[in-house]
């Protein structure tokens, strides 16, 4: 796992593709730590493998180009992501943040995950996962508001993917409208979450994290630095950044503060002993990215298959709203919004539609179906790193999703 995130660090400077090779390598690191596997993890990737080869077959059959490389390479860049980030673990200003229950509790967690996780994207419900676990793993509500926390960030933050995709697909789409009704769509799931966690009667009883200047100066200098690659190399993603940034800040800090990493022997023994004991605990992570990512590879030759005709000449509130709901019901199978986005704009003729319409149904199908989809990244990351059943976080999100989706249709008439 060390040389794939290596490898993939070494692309990531020079530019270059290298996610074959890192890839390949964390699929053979799967390989070594397969017995280091939970039981859940082993079948649930198995049967995402199983249900990939079909559309594995048809794309083989069809001679799609470059099948087998993008299907064993894909998700490598998160995996590498999320193994950079734990390096933060042994920073000691990791671990700053006490804890803050009730309501307090729940809106400092809201206001960490969702405000940070607007800039640096998934490595926030790492950091911010960790410090609420503390080692003993998620309660159901705390993985709740850490999944829709950090989702709701989707609906207007211009550093997610979904937010480029909505612009493209949606030739013409302000920013601006996009960004009032995700503003107004992100306050909503703040309330639903307050209620729901009132109503199962335990908003007095939850654990979160509070707020505090000396445990936000990671996450803030991770953010401003990322703010600043993004200005000075725009072709960096977030991601590429993060996964830079976080092991050249900890071999910098080693080196800077006292404490922990006060040498540099003490410092390449905490380095060698992370790589040792943290990485083999990435096990459950890298069996489920690595399958759903070839899950998500095995559509794309199906997709083909479906006719490109234009089937919706309007798009209106009606169109839209059926649009809407049928991306967050195929993330519930387990289909990726960007699938299914992609599936949605085949169909309508973005040339005649109101774009700002368009574009709002793309970037809220994806921030609400990735708090309730079970394969979404920050699901994935929090059943594998945290030990939460995906189903139970599932049903307990299927509320959410439909108040989300009431108050997206509201946003819809609006902007009509």
């Not at 966690?197 to 908003?203: D, E, Q, R």
């Not at 083999?280 to 479906?306: C, Q």
């Not at 793309?362 to 790193?385: D, K, Y």
């Amino acid at each position: 796992m060390a040389s794939a995130l290596t490898v993939t660090m070494v692309g990531i400077v020079t530019s270059r593709d290298l996610n074959v090779f890192s890839g390949g390598l964390y699929w053979v690191a799967l390989v070594c730590l397969w017995r280091e596997l939970s039981a859940r993890s082993q079948r649930q990737m198995l049967w995402i493998v199983a249900a990939s080869l079909p559309g594995l077959v048809v794309g083989v059959t069809s001679g799609t180009p470059h099948l087998w490389q993008r299907a064993l390479s894909a998700n490598s860049g998160m995996i590498s992501m999320l193994i950079a980030v734990g390096f933060i673990s042994l920073l000691p200003t990791a671990t700053l943040q006490r804890p803050q229950a009730g309501l307090k509790g729940l809106l400092c967690t809201f206001a960490n995950v969702h405000l940070v996780g607007a800039i640096i994207n998934y490595s926030s419900v790492i950091i911010f996962g960790d410090r609420m676990a503390r080692g003993r793993g998620l309660r159901l509500d705390q993985a709740m508001v850490l999944s829709r926390a950090f989702a709701s960030a989707g609906f207007w933050s211009p550093f997610f993917a979904t937010m480029a995709v909505a612009l493209g697909y949606a030739p013409g789409a302000q920013f601006v409208v996009l960004l009032e009704a995700g503003m107004a769509m992100a306050l909503l799931s703040l309330g639903v979450c307050i209620w729901d966690i009132k109503k199962a009667g335990g908003l007095a009883a939850f654990e979160g994290i509070g707020l505090s200047v000396r445990g936000m100066q990671l996450p803030a200098l991770i953010g401003a630095i990322v703010l600043g690659a993004q200005w000075l190399t725009p072709a960096w993603t977030v991601l590429s950044t993060v996964t830079l940034v976080c092991p050249a800040m900890v071999c910098c800090l080693s080196f800077l503060r006292p404490g922990k990493l006060s040498s540099a022997s003490v410092a390449l023994v905490a380095l060698v002993a992370h790589v040792r004991s943290e990485f083999p605990r990435h096990a459950n992570e890298l069996a489920l990215f690595l399958a759903v990512g070839m899950f998500g590879v095995s559509l794309i030759p199906l997709l083909g298959l479906l006719p490109s005709t234009v089937v919706l000449a309007n798009f209106r509130l009606v169109e839209a709203s059926l649009g809407l709901s049928a991306v967050v019901v195929a993330a519930l199978f387990g289909i990726h919004p960007l699938v299914s986005i992609a599936v949605l704009t085949r169909l309508v003729h973005t040339d005649s539609v109101n774009a700002n319409v368009l574009g709002f149904v793309i970037v809220a199908g994806w921030a609400i179906s990735s708090a309730v989809g079970p394969l979404s990244g920050q699901n994935l990351v929090i059943q594998g790193r945290y030990g939460v059943s995906s189903t139970a976080l599932m049903r307990a999100n299927l509320g959410y999703a439909v108040w989300m989706g009431i108050g997206a249709v509201g946003c819809i008439f609006f902007i009509l």
